[in-house]
């Protein structure tokens, strides 16, 4: 009898499974992150005595915008769709008789007939298709339990001190590599793997990079409250961090951040300010209206001393006296810094710029990517070449001094049929392909 029924349960289950199955998928919410494939039937379908994980040779799979699908067959991955739309499974090792040759079909049915009654009627093969959410993966909230240190730094005023800040906001991730994703992560899961699963071990991971992240913004001499402006670099440098943990270990990657204010503690900010008003004093100007305003409210208080307005001046004019300077030698002071810093950046003008040097809207001659005065990143280079003065120019000579553009930035081009030499600032005398010379009219850059 158990013969009997393997051999009925294998010529069932064979024919059953001839049937060209469609796999589709709807649309993913945020918090699925893969969910595996079944066939779509109707209540008019006869498709209905299949096996689940069973994929008919020539069946249909359609990819919405935002999934990715992979075939996987005895547990290994064995085909990817990545491009949205609709794809014939013309490799699987379970024969239909309504694809291909019909006789072939036939034959082949009959084998596997053979091979699943040696397997007491069933199948002995597993094929599934699992569809991944490739959309961005939003509203992953964050928030440090703890303050993560930062320094501030400001070289104008020798500003180096280490703070506490705090930092909340929301990130988005997405599945980058699916296939990663499934091998080290995902596996054969029997219907779908939500977000949950790892949205705290994902969140632990991010805290942990959110620190050394923020060291780098630190060193770019970016003050606390100017972090939001600078998600992008902070996204980078966080991803940076991740680079094993989630690209190469799970094949995600952080898409963007949300930050909310950054605070401080009270102290903190106390130091940082004091700090600055310091470094304001250092300002000879500055340090002399200080002065000013601080002799004018001494002069309030003398006129109305208890003891009379003599002796309140008179207690006044000892005071500045001990003090050992006047707010008249604070200006004179201001005015020598005024010439000594405008002969400086007229040295500056003519001295030659360093390489990779730009000039700020601000006025200020830099080299990293961010303004050392007003923190405004490195403008976008634009087409052109640019002039010993940093002015970045398209013609022949530069629109501010008239200089011209340097030999070496000369790019070559054929005006009559576009071939581009392989070095194109040493092109031959005659172009290859038409035999044109190259001469002036033949410079592009």
């Known amino acids: 009898m158990g013969l009997i029924k393997a051999a009925l349960g294998a010529a069932g289950g064979a024919l059953a499974d001839q049937w060209l199955e469609f796999f589709y998928c709807e649309s993913l919410p945020n918090d699925v992150l893969l969910k595996k494939g079944q066939h779509q039937t109707s209540k008019r379908s006869s498709n209905t005595h299949g096996n689940d994980n069973i994929i ?52 082949n049915t009959f084998k596997t007939i053979g091979k699943r009654f040696k397997y007491g009627g069933d199948t002995g093969k597993d094929q599934r298709i699992y569809y991944f959410n490739t959309k961005e993966i939003i509203d992953n909230k964050f928030g440090t339990p703890n303050p993560i240190p930062f320094r501030v730094v400001d070289s104008k005023i020798n500003l180096d001190i280490d703070v506490s800040v705090r930092c909340s906001g929301s990130y988005s991730f997405v599945v980058a590599d699916p296939i990663l994703f499934y091998t080290k992560l995902a596996g054969n899961v029997h219907d779908e793997y939500s977000k949950s699963e790892l949205e705290g071990q994902l969140k632990a991971e991010f805290i942990s990079a959110l620190a050394p992240a923020v060291a780098t913004l630190s060193a770019l001499e970016i003050r606390p409250n100017q972090i939001q402006t600078h998600v992008n670099e902070l996204r980078d440098a966080i991803n940076k ?51 000013v305003d601080a002799q004018a ?5 003398a006129a109305g001393n208890p003891n ?24 004179a002071m201001g005015q020598q810094q005024q010439q000594m810093q405008a002969q400086q950046q ?19 001659q830099a080299t990293g990517k961010f303004c050392p005065n007003c923190g405004s990143p490195k403008p976008a280079a ?64």
Not at 308 to 331: H, P, W
Not at 347 to 364: E, F
Request: aromatic residues 8%; negative net charge; proline residues 6%.
């Open 56 to 107: 008919s040779n020539g069946s249909g799979i359609a990819v919405a915008d935002g999934q990715c699908a992979i075939i996987v067959e005895q547990g290994q991955v064995v085909d990817i769709c990545a491009v949205p739309g609709e794809y014939t499974y013309d490799t699987s090792t379970e024969p239909s008789i309504f694809y291909g040759g019909l006789g072939e079909g036939i034959l």
């Open 241 to 291: 961090e991740l680079e094993v943990t989630w690209f190469q270990n799970r094949g995600l990657k952080v898409q963007s951040i949300a930050m909310n204010p950054i605070t401080l503690p009270k102290e903190d900010e106390d130091l940082i300010k004091q700090a600055q008003r310091a470094g304001m004093y250092m300002n000879a100007n500055m340090a002399g209206a200080a002065l």
């Open 297 to 301: 409210e001494a002069m309030k208080t």
């Open 308 to 331: 009379g307005a003599m002796m309140g001046f008179m207690g006044m004019g000892m005071a500045q006296q001990a003090g050992g300077i006047n707010a008249q030698q604070m200006f």
């Open 346 to 364: 007229a040295a500056q003008q003519q001295a030659a710029p360093a390489a990779g040097a730009w000039t700020c809207s601000c006025g200020t």
């Open 382 to 445: 634009a087409d052109g070449w640019t002039c010993s003065c940093g002015t970045v120019n398209k013609g022949k000579f530069c629109s501010n001094c008239g200089s011209p553009k340097p030999a070496g930035a000369l790019l070559y081009k054929c005006d009559k049929c576009g071939w581009e030499p392989e070095d194109p600032k040493n092109p031959p005398k005659f172009c290859p392909q038409c035999g044109d010379p190259f001469n002036e009219n033949d410079i592009v850059k």
